[in-house]
């Protein structure tokens, strides 16, 4: 039986390019009434959520490496991973639209009102990638490691 191997990474980068694609075309289209600022709640919200994502995520690793915690049941292990590849798709679907409204933005860039603009997309583009990161990171650390009686099956 060969176990689930998760999000892979190639999935990630189509879904952020798919985005990035579709979200460009769109605010293209709307950007005459000019796109909204970027407020700054958005970076501290998936900040948090990366934090989050990756205590729990520790905690479960340690349980993996066969620490006893007594408070990380295998429902909680397997929410954590639930958590980690839902914030590993979301964080890259993130990464496509700030970087869509990153492209739109571009051909004004000699304008010093939208170079002031940019710099908020680019730091929401940067940290929706940490949270992209962080939920394949946590994602491999919840993976189980397969057993010594399992490796001789597959042999013979």
Not at 51 to 73: F, K, N
Not at 110 to 139: I, K, N
Request: aromatic share 6%; hydrophobic share 55%; net charge positive.
């Amino acid at each position: 039986m060969t176990p689930h191997a998760g999000i892979r990474g190639t999935t990630l980068v189509i879904a952020a390019l798919v985005t990035t694609g579709i979200a460009w075309l769109g605010l293209r289209a709307a950007a005459t009434g000019g796109l909204p600022d970027q407020g700054w709640i958005g970076l501290v919200a998936m900040l948090f959520l990366a934090g989050g994502l990756v205590a729990a995520g520790w905690q479960v690793r340690r349980v993996r490496d066969g620490e006893a915690l007594s408070h990380v049941t295998p429902l909680r292990a397997a929410r954590t991973l639930v958590l980690a590849q839902a914030a590993a798709l979301t964080g890259a679907v993130l990464v496509g639209w700030y970087a869509a409204n990153v492209l739109v933005l571009l051909p004004d860039i000699d304008v010093e009102s939208q170079q002031a603009r940019v710099w908020p997309f680019l730091a929401h583009d940067v940290v929706a990638a940490l949270l992209s990161a962080a939920g394949m990171l946590v994602q491999r650390w919840c993976r189980v490691r397969p057993r010594d009686d399992e490796d001789a099956d597959r042999r013979s």
